[in-house]
């Protein structure tokens, strides 16, 4: 006998992860609070303490700590939760720059002692030394008052000092100087140590402070366009902020535009929160003529933020696991209203009834909370996950995202770790074909593509026009899929590029079930 290798090569084996994993499809909450800066494109808020951090920013005074915590709070059927939260600043009105210091403060006492103290500010292209006697001041926010006095007294330097706030913010645990001027040309420059007297810069906590440049005032439809592009993890974008009719519709039309080919921006997916009845329904009704889609309407007529579920009910997706894509209709809406308690005779003799007010919903694509149950067995439930336009369903929209998103990674990991993707020659098509099967094999175990389905005539005919290939509407049929890496053309070799043409049978889910009796007797 003789030695193993393994005297002379031993080897031990590592389990090697992939460059990109695809996420969940977490929220992405606009907010036009004046906390976010300029140079912070996103906040992101995930793992236990992801709602105890929200607070630290934000506090928990203002509307959208409920909204973070009802979406924090949904646990789905397999017990699965939202794991990671997505918070941008929507700057609906021009923003002013402003300079917030830290907590690192020196205590009341210590600034009470300052008779003659002075730190230089630069609002703008003016520079200022900021003289101040704070010897009066019994707390923080005298503190503030006195400095705002000082610094608005600069009527030199224009509307950025004259209009200048200063305040000391409980939630940060620190001073807030803003300026007198918005916009993208109102400016700020880091705090220096002052000259006369006493330095105050760092007793304030404002010497390392961070600096928000002025910002014009978008569109939601261009907040929408800007993240997006700002490459964030958010899927579902929402807001509690009030939005007419107008800014709805351009920010759907947004969604609309070709992106990378696609008819539809189906990486994202734009969630509205209605509370009037009349105005989800005005707004549908505008919509529902020019066939858009990826969008979801919420009914929340009891103030609710039903958004926040939607958009959970997305984040809790796990597509990892067997049938693991969902309905969004039944799912638990614990802690929710429902809208479907008309019960009094004048509104059943009116003709509204419960079942009206659904099916009333429903024609026009408006989810929203509903109860169902028999007697005094209920349970309160989010749907019916309806969607306008060629998706028809929320599951249908969440899952296409999925799809995209994950032959998008495999394609990237494929780029990443190895040396090189073949253009041309025998392997090349073969190759490409063992990058992109996995997402389809996946999709068919989660449930995002069906298996031995049924194609239409029509669907048949569509798929044949776009593949000209007689065996492809067979393969959707009996495979859930069918994929054909396209013949090379002067202008793909020239630009190195591959096309792929597929074709799918979506899962789809049950939202009905029709029984009809056949009762047979003497």
Request: with cysteine.
């Amino acid at each position: 006998m003789s030695l193993p290798f393994s005297k002379f090569v031993p080897i031990s084996a590592v389990v090697q992860s992939p460059a990109f994993t695809v996420e969940k499809k977490h929220m992405l909450l606009a907010m036009t609070s004046p906390l976010i800066g300029s140079s912070t494109p996103a906040l992101t808020y995930s793992g236990v303490s992801a709602l105890t951090d929200f607070k630290a920013d934000f506090g928990s005074e203002i509307p959208e700590y409920e909204v973070a915590s009802r979406y924090f709070g949904f646990l789905s059927k397999t017990g699965i939760a939202p794991e990671k939260l997505i918070v941008a600043r929507w700057y609906k009105e021009a923003a002013a720059p402003f300079i917030k210091g830290t907590k690192d403060l020196a205590s009341i006492a210590q600034l009470k002692a300052v008779d003659n103290g002075s730190f230089k500010l630069t609002l703008g292209s003016s520079e200022f030394e900021v003289v101040v006697n704070l010897s009066t001041a019994n707390s923080y926010s005298e503190v503030a008052s006195l400095i705002q006095t000082a610094v608005q007294g600069n009527s030199a330097g224009g509307e950025a000092y004259t209009g200048a706030t200063v305040v000391y913010n409980t939630i940060t645990g620190g001073f807030i100087i803003t300026s007198g001027a918005a916009g993208k040309e109102a400016t700020v420059a880091a705090v220096s140590a002052g000259t006369t007297g006493t330095d105050l810069s760092t007793m304030l906590g404002l010497l390392t402070a961070e600096l928000s440049q002025g910002v014009d005032a978008e569109t939601f439809a261009e907040f929408c366009d800007r993240i997006f592009n700002a490459n964030t993890a958010g899927y579902s974008i929402t807001t509690i902020e009030e939005l007419d009719e107008d800014s709805i519709t351009a920010a759907i039309e947004w969604l609309q535009g070709n992106i990378g080919g696609q008819t539809i921006n189906s990486m994202v997916r734009l969630v509205f929160n209605i509370q009037d009845k009349a105005t989800a329904k005005a707004l549908q009704s505008t919509l529902s003529t020019l066939g858009y889609t990826g969008y979801v309407i919420d009914y929340d007529e009891k103030g609710e933020y039903v958004n926040a579920l939607s958009c959970a009910i997305a984040a809790s997706t796990d597509y990892n696991t067997a049938n693991g894509a969902k309905n969004f209709n039944f799912q638990p809406a614990k802690g929710y209203t429902p809208i479907t308690t008309l019960g009094s005779v004048i509104d059943y003799q009116q003709g509204q009834t419960n079942l009206s007010l659904a099916e009333e919903l429903d024609a026009l694509c408006i989810s929203y909370i509903y109860s169902v149950g028999f007697g005094d067995q209920q349970e309160v439930l989010y749907g019916m996950g309806l969607m306008q336009g060629s998706f028809g369903t929320e599951d249908v929209q969440v899952n296409e995202s999925w799809l995209e998103r994950d032959l998008q990674t495999q394609v990237m990991n494929g780029f990443i770790s190895l040396e090189k993707l073949g253009l041309q020659g025998d392997d090349a098509k073969e190759f490409m074909s063992t990058i992109v099967t996995p997402s389809f094999e996946q999709g068919k175990t989660n449930g995002t593509i069906a298996r031995n389905g049924k194609l239409s005539d029509t669907d048949r005919n569509t798929i044949y026009m776009i593949t000209n290939n007689a065996a492809a509407a067979d393969a959707v049929e009996n495979n859930g899929y069918f994929f054909q890496v396209q013949d090379l053309t002067a202008e793909d070799i020239k630009a190195r590029r591959v096309r792929i043409i597929v074709c799918y049978l979506c899962g789809g889910v049950v939202n009905q079930v029709r029984i009809i009796n056949n009762i047979f007797g003497a």
